[in-house]
Each structure stands twice: as C-alpha cells, then as structure tokens.
C-alpha cells in the first residue's frame, strides 16, 4: 500500500503536532486528485438542527479528529493494519446549511453520494442522528440495507411538535418508509430509557425490526448479541450506524440525549468485533457533542469505537479486492 495513505506516525511526529484529521490521515479535501483513490473516507457532517433536546453535534466532527490522534495503526484483537488493507483518508466535511434543515440534508447527501459514485466507502461523523437519513439516501442501492443500529433510542417516531418529520427522533421511520432500508433485516441494540408511550416502539416492531432492548442484551451478553446482529442482516448489503448515546453516560456524557443504564465501551467493542464479515457498504457515527464533554471523555470514547468500525469496513475493502 502506498505511503501516501498512512497516518501520520507518532514516531515522527508526536500526537499533539499538525493540523487535526481523523487518525491522523491525509487530508484530500474536495477537488483534490487523490479522491479517486480513497477506498475508505472518512467524513465529518457538521449538523444538529435535528436535535430536540441538547444541541452542540455541529461540533462533533472536530472535536472527535483531534481525540482519534491517540489511535495507533495496527488492531491487535484482529491481528490488522486497516490503513495497510484500505486506503484511508479525511474528505474533510459534508456541505451543511446551519439556516436551514432541508437544504443541509440535500447538501451532506450530495457530499456523500459523490464519495459512493466514485467508490469509497463512506465513514461519516456527525452531527446528531437526522444526518443518518441523507447517509442512507446516498447510499442507496438496487435493493433495501440492512442495518445495525447501536443506540438507547430507536429513533422511528412518525412526528414531533405537530406534525414535523425530520428530527434526530425520527430518521429510521424515514429511511424505511423511502424504502432505503428493509425493515426485516434491521436490528437495533441497547433501546431502554423511559418513554412518552409504552407503544413508541411498537412501529419498527410492526414492520418487522429486531429491537433488541437493553433487558435482552444483559441476558445474552455481547457476543451473542453480535451474532444475532449477523443473523439479522444475513450476506446482503448493510449499514452501521453507532449512536454514542447507547454507551452508558458514565463513560459518554457528552450527548443531547443521555440514558443511563447503558452497556460500556467494552462490551461496545466486543459486540463491534463480533461483526466482521458483514457486507458494510457505509457506516457512521453520531450525537458526539463536545460542550457537553467536559472532560473529553465522550470523544475518546468515540474516536476509538470509530477505530473498530474502519477496521470492519477494511476487512470488508480487501475481502471485496480479493473477489
Ligand atoms: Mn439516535
Ligand atoms: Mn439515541
């Protein structure tokens, strides 16, 4: 694999020097010839006008690259180099419009739709969960994705405050009624938290979704929930989605929407390492928000969770390569 796609080393130059980009990899903004070569991109989506409750996504994207200088190159549990088996870098951010909702949804999935046109891999950080709906529209294929969903949230409500459809509360109801998701090969894992309605969830159960709640998750553990995951989206196209409010708020608090009772980033890992092989065509990461980390816990917490996640989509890169 080409030097031009390696992180820079901390060997070289230590962790706290140069301009931040996720893991320390090269910069290959818009317009920049080397986009061609990107296997994986990694993307920032700086966008939280669907939050309902407490704001600050917007900055998720700068805060996380400035804690993934801490990830190292190589992942021991797998026995990888991602970087070596992928070429990895940092498209810079999705195109946002802070004055307005629909205009920031047609622009971050026009920003990504151009990554799947030219064949990379899509790694997003948001922003809170809406972005995920424009991710899936960009990401659409000939048939539905599955998806694995990690979040306390399912995020399939119809409405909120009369009537509005698009909020970080409603993203899945949307992607599964524009037919870009198929319902029977989703999963969701770690929902718990009180509700307005004991029927909220009743919706993505109707049409078929695996909600795995946080109950059934202590009784079967991580390994067996990352099974059933697999179970669930079987060898088709799918997505994954990591809402970081589905890690208890003892280790990330600093999200818009927290719930206690959550599992940790441990078990987070071992389900995330129990995933690969699954056939992942894009994937993110999202409700990171740095005024509400205090102590930036909650974006180390993420920039390694998103280490686990790019190793599964290299492994799913040089499988493809392989043929
Ligand atoms: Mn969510
Ligand atoms: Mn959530």
């Not at 894992?189 to 946080?214: C, F, H, K, P, T």
């Not at 994954?240 to 441990?266: K, M, Q, R």
Request: aromatic share 8%.
């Amino acid at each position: 694999m080409s030097d031009a796609f390696q992180p820079i080393s901390a060997n070289d130059r230590p962790r706290f020097t140069e301009i931040a980009s996720f893991m320390r990899l090269p910069h290959v903004p818009e317009g920049d010839p080397r986009r061609a070569q990107v296997e994986i991109g990694l993307m920032g989506v700086p966008f939280d006008l669907g939050t309902t409750n407490r704001p600050g996504a917007r900055h998720g994207p700068r805060q996380v690259r400035d804690a993934s200088a801490l990830i190292r190159r190589a992942h021991r549990a797998h026995g990888m180099y991602p970087f070596d088996l992928a070429r990895c870098a940092d498209m810079g951010d999705a195109l946002v419009n802070p004055a307005d909702l629909q205009d920031s949804l047609a622009r971050i999935a026009a920003s990504v739709a151009a990554l799947h046109a030219a064949g990379t891999v899509p790694l997003c950080v948001g922003g809170d969960h809406l972005i995920t709906l424009p991710l899936l529209r960009a990401a659409k294929r000939d048939q539905p994705l599955g998806l694995i969903h990690f979040d306390s949230h399912s995020d399939t409500w119809d409405t909120y405050f009369g009537g509005w459809k698009y909020t970080h509360g409603t993203p899945f109801r949307r992607a599964i009624e524009e037919g870009l998701l198929d319902p029977k090969r989703c999963i969701q894992i770690g929902i718990r938290g009180s509700m307005y309605d004991l029927a909220d969830n009743s919706w993505a159960e109707q049409q078929g979704m695996r909600v795995v709640y946080i109950e059934e998750y202590w009784r079967m553990g991580p390994e067996a929930v990352a099974a059933e995951a697999r179970r669930v989206v079987g060898d088709g196209p799918t997505y994954l989605s990591f809402d970081i409010d589905a890690i208890d708020p003892a280790f990330a608090p600093g999200t818009g929407t927290p719930e206690i009772g959550g599992y940790s980033p441990a078990e987070a890992q071992r389900m995330l390492r129990g995933l690969m092989g699954v056939d992942f065509v894009a994937a993110d990461l999202v409700e990171v928000s740095p005024p509400f980390d205090q102590t930036g816990g909650t974006a180390m917490v993420a920039a390694n969770l998103l280490f686990e996640i790019l190793c599964l989509l290299a492994g799913r890169v040089a499988a493809r390569r392989a043929g």
